[in-house]
């Protein structure tokens, strides 16, 4: 049975740099994109936006190459600034970060 929209798929205000249905054949993204991601100097691997919400997850992309991380597990969560402060301190105090740098940039 179909729905009040005839079939039709509705779009849900997905941004166009998260819509995959357009970037399916290579999962790359424009370079017209870029001044949503933080600037390569604060992020050198992968491209993180800047205009995230708290709860909404977007797929991590590669910034050398512009796709799609391959592991669908790969992503970036918005969090509250509230708890994205306190995450980031407990991380930095149990040396999280420093393990999560080392493995993720030095294999």
């Known amino acids: 049975r179909k729905g009040r929209n ?31 991601f933080l600037p390569a100097s604060l992020e050198p691997h992968y491209l993180i936006p800047t205009n995230i919400y708290p709860g909404e997850i977007i797929p991590l992309y590669s910034r050398q190459t512009r796709r799609r991380v391959s592991d669908d597990e790969a ?21 999280l970060l420093r393990l999560a740098r080392e493995l993720t940039y030095n294999p």
Do not use: A, C, H, V
């Open 6 to 36: 005839n079939g039709k798929k509705k779009d849900r205000g997905k941004k166009k740099w998260m819509n995959d249905e357009e970037n399916d054949d290579e999962d790359q993204l424009p370079l017209s994109m870029d001044p949503i």
């Open 75 to 95: 992503l970036s969560i918005g969090l509250p600034p509230e708890l994205l402060l306190e995450f980031q301190s407990y991380i930095e105090k149990t040396g």
